[in-house]
């Protein structure tokens, strides 16, 4: 019966979603789409025990558009982040576009944000703000350089040292970024 089927929906707990993003990470770099050179067990069981995208294109190739678009279903110019952002913009995600956070809340999950968020960096414009029960993870880019014609890269100075926070509040500045991949793991 229908009925009998819709209770049992309502008692069954939804499923795990985990969504991750990888800057810079092409198809072949893993294992399970055929890569022999770059060893990656772990992502190969996660795609193996679970679901395995073959035609999926992101919104940009670039870090904030690509991200902001992920989390909103939109094009990166329709939900206000075209360009990638730099640590001394301003400017974000909009509070008043809805987050893939935001619709999953009123579905009984809770929503975590684990690594670079990159979608601004005002209290306003972070993760919490924008429908994430935790934060862990940097606010903007770690690769911040200006290059000019016959120069080498330089870093910036930027505003702060590149911090990690728990939430808004900061835990570690400047953020030692040779153990970020592992915390971000235990974290997630």
């Not at 190969?44 to 670039?62: E, I, S």
């Amino acid at each position: 019966h229908a009925s009998r089927a819709a209770d049992a929906a309502k008692t069954e707990p939804p499923p795990n979603l985990i969504l991750i993003l990888a800057d810079d990470l092409g198809s072949g770099d893993l294992g399970c789409y055929g890569s022999k050179t770059i060893a990656t067990p772990r992502l190969d069981r996660m795609a193996k025990d679970g679901v395995r995208f073959t035609d999926f294109y992101v919104a940009a190739p670039f870090c904030s558009p690509s991200r902001a678009a992920l989390l909103t279903g939109r094009l990166p110019a329709r939900c206000g982040v075209p360009y990638v952002l730099f640590p001394t913009e301003h400017t974000g995600l909009p509070p008043g576009e809805v987050t893939l956070a935001e619709l999953l809340k009123p579905a009984g999950y809770a929503t975590a944000c684990v690594g670079k968020w990159h979608l601004g960096w005002r209290r306003e414009l972070r993760p919490l703000q924008q429908g994430f029960d935790e934060f862990f993870g940097l606010l903007h880019t770690n690769d911040v350089e200006e290059w000019k014609p016959g120069s080498e890269f330089r870093q910036l100075s930027l505003f702060e040292p590149l911090q990690l926070r728990e939430g808004d509040r900061v835990v570690e500045s400047p953020a030692d970024q040779a153990t970020l991949t592992q915390r971000y793991t235990r974290r997630a």
